[in-house]
């Protein structure tokens, strides 16, 4: 039983560039979110999703697509890499209303 | 706006000490009040909070909520250094984008705890 799993752990991408933040678990939650983190300005959300083939936009969800074809994934894929995209990525998962499960962080350095 | 609001940002204190950490919110469609523990790497739940003035409890770490004054605390009996971390406040907000898992986090209160 892994949790949640998130790769990769750090990369480094030139403005422009595309990619795609992974995030799977193995829990069975419908619920799964993507927050960034950023010195002084706490967690954000970016988007959720509340199962397979549901998903919505958080509050900060510019630059940022989702998809959600299966209960375990839940991909963060930056379109067009910005120096603002900088941060540290975190997937959560959660049940009852509930977000009980971080994964361990996805650090992105946008040049 | 929908905000949060935790107090002090930074604490230092030593070990053995008593500390409580706060959190007001002001929200719509408030549903529950959640806090985190978060060291070098991921957040790690804590306590969810749904009704005021119903203390819970985890070993030396307990918290309530008061949903009249729109506030809650976190309190930390006898500190110990593995107590160092960000505490994070959360209020999950009903029907926020449809889904109540939802959270607005307020920027943490970064504590140390001295030998």
């Known amino acids: 039983n892994a949790g949640v799993t998130q790769t990769p752990k750090f990369q480094v991408l030139k403005t422009g560039q595309s990619m795609t933040l992974q995030c799977a678990q193995d829990?069975?939650?419908?619920?799964m979110s993507w927050y960034r983190q950023d010195p002084g300005m706490g967690l954000r959300l970016i988007h959720y999703?509340?199962?397979?083939?549901?998903?919505d936009q958080g509050e900060v969800p510019n630059g940022y697509n989702v998809s959600r074809s299966t209960t375990e994934d839940f991909p963060l894929r930056l379109l067009s890499a910005a120096p603002s995209q900088t941060s540290v990525y975190f997937c959560?998962?959660?049940?009852?209303?509930?977000?009980?499960?971080f994964g361990p962080g996805t650090r992105l350095l946008v040049l | 706006e929908d905000k949060v609001v935790q107090s002090p940002l930074s604490l230092v204190v030593h070990e053995g000490d008593t500390v409580t950490l706060n959190c007001s919110y002001e929200?719509?469609?408030?549903?529950?009040l959640l806090w985190y523990k978060q060291e070098k790497k991921a957040p790690t739940f804590l306590f969810m909070l749904?009704?005021?003035?119903i203390e819970k409890k985890s070993g030396r770490l307990s918290s309530i909520l008061d949903k009249k004054e729109l506030f809650s605390i976190l309190n930390i009996t006898a500190t110990q250094t593995g107590d160092s971390a960000v505490y994070l406040c959360?209020?999950?907000?009903?029907?926020?984008?449809?889904?109540?898992?939802?959270?607005?986090f307020g920027k943490g209160t970064k504590l140390s705890v001295k030998p």
């Open positions: 959560a998962t959660g049940q009852g209303g509930k977000t009980q499960y």
């Open positions: 829990m069975n939650h419908e619920y």
């Open positions: 999703s509340v199962g397979a083939g549901i998903t």
């Open positions: 929200v719509t469609n408030f549903r529950s």
């Open positions: 749904t009704s005021s003035g």
């Open positions: 959360a209020v999950a907000l009903t029907h926020y984008g449809g889904s109540q898992g939802n959270l607005i």
